[in-house]
């Protein structure tokens, strides 16, 4: 067994579960590198969040889904769509804005989608999304499977009106969602502690008689642990249910912020003693479970795809003017 985190013994993960949670890290750490670059070369224009310091939080929760579940999240959401196993080109493609991008090149980095991988957004308005991921659990309920909704947004947007009303409706109707709360300690550049009058934000429920728990988001096992439980119980028909997930970005809140309001000292103490992709990798040496030079190969051939993600992204052209009339409404 492994540590505690306070609610119960954390499972340690075999082997097979160690290395697909080390690589799908590293495919997100390395796909936003990428992101950062081509922004600053002026391939992906707009707004940009990046998940960097954060991909234990969704490759966590992942692990604890089945097909037929749905994920839907905010804005800083591409470590989302590449754990739901939406590809590396097709996100690429529309954070540049082209063709073969997930939402034909007119949605950007915070509009995409696919329902196929059981993705319901990127969504640029804070808290806007968890109404519609409340919905989307209602769906399930009302078609009467045994599906789950997982709704993510940040400690900025816990304070938000909307909130509250999909938390009473869920709650209301014991819908199966379960509200991932992304505590990465900032919102924009304001500290939880300046904006929040009651900064354990699990318990944000408690008005409506919904569990809550307080999860280390920086160990993928602690979060595949919650998850597990928090699941299973939305499964059974005892949902809703709220993780707060204690996490971390080392960006700024986008890529036109210079981040003045941390000191370098905060970030680099927790990326050295804390980075959840280093912490699997310590415990892949130590247990055998792989060798330097496999995890060296490992990092070559992510970075390849992901290279070979921004070339395409590159050289694919842009969407036909007429896109601009496509989707825009549903025939019943």
Request: overall charge negative.
């Amino acid at each position: 067994m492994g540590k505690t985190n306070g609610h119960a013994q954390i499972p340690d993960f075999a082997k097979a579960q160690e290395i697909d949670a080390y690589r799908q890290m590293l495919l997100i750490r390395r796909f936003e590198e990428k992101a950062g670059q081509l922004y600053g070369m002026g391939f992906i224009g707009g707004f940009c969040h990046l998940y960097i310091g954060q991909e234990a939080v969704v490759v966590g929760m992942q692990m604890a889904l089945k097909q037929g579940d749905q994920v839907i999240t905010g804005y800083r959401d591409h470590g989302h769509m590449l754990a739901c196993g939406m590809e590396a080109k097709g996100v690429m493609a529309e954070l540049t804005g082209r063709r073969d991008g997930y939402s034909r090149g007119k949605g950007g980095s915070m509009h995409m989608f696919s329902v196929e991988r059981g993705f319901f957004g990127g969504h640029g308005i804070v808290a806007g999304q968890v109404p519609l991921g409340t919905g989307l659990a209602f769906a399930n309920k009302y078609r009467g499977n045994d599906n789950v909704c997982l709704a993510y947004f940040g400690d900025g947007a816990s304070n938000q009106g909307q909130i509250y009303e999909a938390f009473n409706m869920a709650k209301l109707w014991h819908l199966p969602v379960i509200y991932v709360i992304e505590n990465n300690k900032y919102g924009m550049g304001t500290s939880v502690e300046r904006a929040s009058s009651t900064t354990h934000l699990h318990q944000r429920g408690r008005s409506f008689d919904i569990p809550g728990e307080e999860v280390d988001g920086m160990d993928v096992r602690a979060v595949k642990a919650a998850a597990d439980r928090a699941v299973g119980l939305a499964r059974k028909g005892e949902g809703p249910y709220i993780l707060e997930m204690q996490t971390y970005r080392y960006r700024g809140h986008s890529m036109s912020d210079p981040a003045k309001y941390r000191t370098r000292e905060e970030v680099d103490k927790v990326r050295n003693e804390n980075d959840p992709i280093e912490l699997v990798r310590k415990r892949l040496l130590e247990h055998g479970y792989a060798s330097e030079d496999e995890l060296k190969k490992m990092d070559g051939d992510i970075r390849h795809v992901v290279n070979d993600a921004a070339e395409f992204a590159q050289a694919n052209p842009e969407p036909d003017v007429s896109e601009l009339y496509t989707d825009v409404t549903v025939s019943a």
